[in-house]
Every structure is written in C-alpha cells, then in structure tokens.
C-alpha cells in the first residue's frame, strides 16, 4: 500500500472527510477576516459531520476563533506564527530554512499546482499550509492525491508545528492537530526525522534563497489572506 492509500485508510476516515478537514483547516489557518467571521456557522456545520479526531480539533479552533475580539485575535496570529520560527507555516522552511535548497522544494509545490491546472498567484509562497489545504481539498480527486503527497513529503515539519502549537497552547493547534489525524500513523524514519528537526530547528540563512524564484500561491482562496 503506497502512502496515499494509507493515508486514506488512516483511522478508518473518508476521503470526503479528510478533504472537508483539510478545507477547514486551511481557512482557521488563514490571517482572520471578517469573511471569515461570516463563513464560521457554515464551517461549525460541516465539522459536526466530521468523525471525532477530526471534528474534536477543529471545534477547539473554531470556538477560540468565533469567541475572540477580532483586533486580539489577529494580534493573537501574529504574535504566533510570524513571531515564532518554530510555528512557521510554511512547510519547506522547517526542512531547508531559508536556503537555495529550499528555492528548488518550492518549483516543486508551483509545479504540482500546474500539474493539476490551477492558476497562481505571485504574492505568496506555495508551500503555505493554508495553500496546500485548499489545493489537497478541491473537487478534483488527482488534485487532492496531489496535495496529501506534499503534505507527506513536508509531514516532519507539520507534526513540528503541530508539537509547537501545542506547546505554546496555541488555539490553533487544533486545526493542526485535524490535518495529522487525516495522515497514516508516522513510520520510523518521520519519527527520526522529527524529532532531529525539534533538535535543531531549521537550517541558518547561509546561502538565500534564489533571487529569480518568485513566491506563488493559489488565487482561490476565499479570504486572500495569507500572510
């Protein structure tokens, strides 16, 4: 069984509940609007209907998001993951940092973008969580295999995350926590591998990233959003 069939077999949940997971993940992962305040009783509904580890997570989110002040809850966001290196959202720099090799992991999410006939944007970077959840949640079945196998080619740096959230007792952690339980269980070698990032952390900024990569992200997204 290749990893996206286990990921599809893992804890007995359905392809559509992994997918409606990952769309509502993807949008509690966005900077907080006011659209998306608007969309919060639709996503309460589509998470009742999730099974428990996934609906559990995501109504811990939910809740913190739909009871905080706005202007405390974007303070809240930012503090969290564009103040803390270790909760970044972008999945390539727990792996590279801000490296060269890191340019080439990016070409690789743009090019599975393409692959699948999306059209991109060229104001933010592929590798945003909150991107490749919208992308692994589309309509198109090849387009979701498409974005669970980069989410399990970037799982040591999302369980990391996930563990940090956790840590800092971010509420966010819950919607986190959601897209690892859509995941097959870690294997040996993701379990090394996490636990050597959570011991060193990134690679340092000591070669840059090319300056002719350009960032890319998914124009559909409802809230335009992503920081």
Not at 13 to 24: K, M, N, P, S, Y
Not at 79 to 104: H, K, N
Not at 112 to 135: I, K, N, S
Not at 161 to 176: I, M
């Amino acid at each position: 069984m290749n990893r996206v069939a286990r990921a599809r077999a893992a804890q007995g949940l359905a392809t559509r509940e992994a997918a409606v997971a990952h769309r509502v993940a993807a949008l509690l992962l966005e900077y907080p609007t006011a659209e998306l305040r608007g969309l919060l009783p639709s996503l309460r509904a589509a998470v009742d209907e999730l099974a428990a580890p996934l609906a559990g997570p995501l109504a811990r989110t939910l809740e913190h998001v739909a009871g905080t002040e706005p202007t405390a809850l974007a303070a809240q966001y930012v503090e969290t993951f564009d103040l803390r290196r270790r909760c970044s959202l972008y999945l390539t720099y727990y792996a590279y940092g801000d490296t060269r090799r890191r340019g080439v992991a990016l070409v690789e999410f743009k090019q599975a973008y393409r692959a699948a006939g999306m059209e991109l944007a060229d104001d933010e970077l592929p590798d945003h969580l909150a991107v490749v959840l919208e992308f692994a949640s589309g309509p198109d079945q090849a387009a979701r295999e498409a974005g669970l196998r980069l989410l399990l080619a970037h799982r040591a740096g999302l369980e990391l995350l996930r563990l940090a959230l956790a840590d800092a007792g971010s509420p966010w952690a819950g919607a986190v926590e959601a897209v690892c339980a859509t995941l097959p269980p870690l294997d040996g070698d993701e379990r090394t591998a996490v636990a050597r990032l959570a011991a060193e952390g990134p690679p340092g900024e000591d070669v840059g990233l090319d300056p002719t990569l350009q960032p890319y992200a998914t124009t559909v997204s409802t809230s335009g959003a992503r920081r």
